[in-house]
Nanobody, 117 residues
Framework: QVQLIESGGGLVQAGGSLRLSCAAS????????MGWFRQAPGKEREFVAR????????YYADSVKGRFTISGDHAKNTIYLEMNSLIPEDTAVYYC??????????WGRGTQVTVSS
């Protein structure tokens, strides 16, 4: 089992910035990627960003490219999401997830991000 704990959410004005963190613990040795997802009220959960530990490659949803940056410290099993130029449409619960293969197996409980206009 892998436990994921997110932190760093909050309330920010449009145009502002926030930094989310996600710390993984437990059986993390076989994790090959970690990512961020979000779910806004009344909407389905959507992919935000991912980092692959083996290659260091990062991937982003089109809606956040150029504004969000995912990074990580593999030794600490921690990832971050730097969010800049936030807009009200970024308001959502942000979830951290990890996977060994193609499917994300473990999820955090989420952290609320609210962007006011």
């Amino acid at each position: 089992q892998v436990q994921l704990i997110e932190s760093g959410g909050g309330l920010v004005q449009a145009g502002g910035s926030l930094r989310l963190s996600c710390a993984a613990s437990g059986r993390t040795f076989s994790t090959n990627a970690m990512g961020w997802f979000r779910q806004a009220p009344g909407k389905e959960r959507e992919f935000v960003a991912r980092i692959n530990w083996s290659s260091g490659n990062t991937y982003y949803a089109d809606s956040v490219k150029g504004r969000f940056t995912i990074s990580g410290d593999h030794a600490k099993n921690t990832i971050y999401l730097e969010m800049n130029s936030l807009i009200p449409e970024d308001t959502a619960v942000y979830y951290c997830a990890s996977r060994r293969f193609a499917e994300y197996e473990y999820w955090g409980r989420g952290t609320q991000v609210t962007v006011s206009s």
